[in-house]
């Protein structure tokens, strides 16, 4: 065990990341978004959804559920932050385009399904779909992250993240 600031943390922690939605992996650096590419809210990659069910990236406790429901918050035991980010720009999106099927406080699991959304609706009115997901303060927390590109099945293992 290793001390760190408020406590102590196990000194090597590895945990599964699966693919919230089916399409392509894609690296952080290709998204049409430059503070997400250029990884200010974190490490973590990207899909390119062809399929509108929308599952838990990682197991942990529901922190956030945008009032927009383009974005959900997960809290990993590790002490991992995780943001998912349904679509580039969303926030904007009028509602009904997202159907969210959790709450906050709630615990979920990696591949659990938590949402759907609507990505032909996001495309008809010009919104970039790609969904995104970044470890808010893995950079803090030092962690690692190992992502497998290409086609994904959704709530399929695509990676680790490693403290």
Known sequence: MAWLKFGFVKKSDSSTIVAPVEGEVVDLLKVRDPVLAQKNLGDGFAIEPTDNFIYAPVSGQIMLVASTQHAIGIRMTNGLEVLLHLGLNTSMIPSGSFHIRVKRGQEVRGGQRIAAANFGRIR????????????????????????????????????????
């Open 124 to 163: 008809a009115r010009g919104f970039d779909d790609t969904v995104v997901v970044t470890f808010i303060n893995s950079e803090e927390l030092a962690a690692t992250l190992k992502i497998d590109y290409g086609p994904v099945a959704g709530g399929h293992r695509i990676g680790q993240v490693k403290l």
